[in-house]
């Protein structure tokens, strides 16, 4: 049940941070990119931008997505690994408390 609760949250989350735009820091501009389209306080700017500028906001864009899916990534492995932990843990403890009533008695 709960890695049923985990992928509802987790697709939650993709859902929710892909839905918005993303910043973007160009030549220090602060550009949001949503939808294939940039903006700059607001005002769609896709279209007056160069060329080279709009290449290089996306390729900006693409390059923290991946860092951003990296991070994502890491944070769901060590979070696996801290819950992998804790039930080592647990069984440890368990097995040792058997062991102390045994021996007691």
Do not use: C, P
Request: glycine content about 4%; charged content about 35%; hydrophobic content about 45%.
């Amino acid at each position: 049940m709960k890695q049923v609760k985990i992928i509802v949250v987790m697709l939650f989350l993709a859902v929710f941070n892909f839905g918005f735009a993303q910043e973007v820091w160009h030549k220090n501009d602060v550009y949001l990119v949503s939808k294939g389209a940039i903006f700059k306080g607001g005002v769609d700017v896709t279209e007056t931008l160069s060329e080279a500028d709009k290449k290089a906001v996306f390729s900006q864009f693409k390059a923290d997505e991946k860092l951003r899916k990296k991070n994502e990534r890491a944070l769901a492995k060590s979070q696996k690994e801290a819950k992998a932990a804790k039930k080592s843990l647990r069984q440890s403890e368990k097995a040792l408390k058997k062991t102390r009533e045994i021996s007691a008695g």
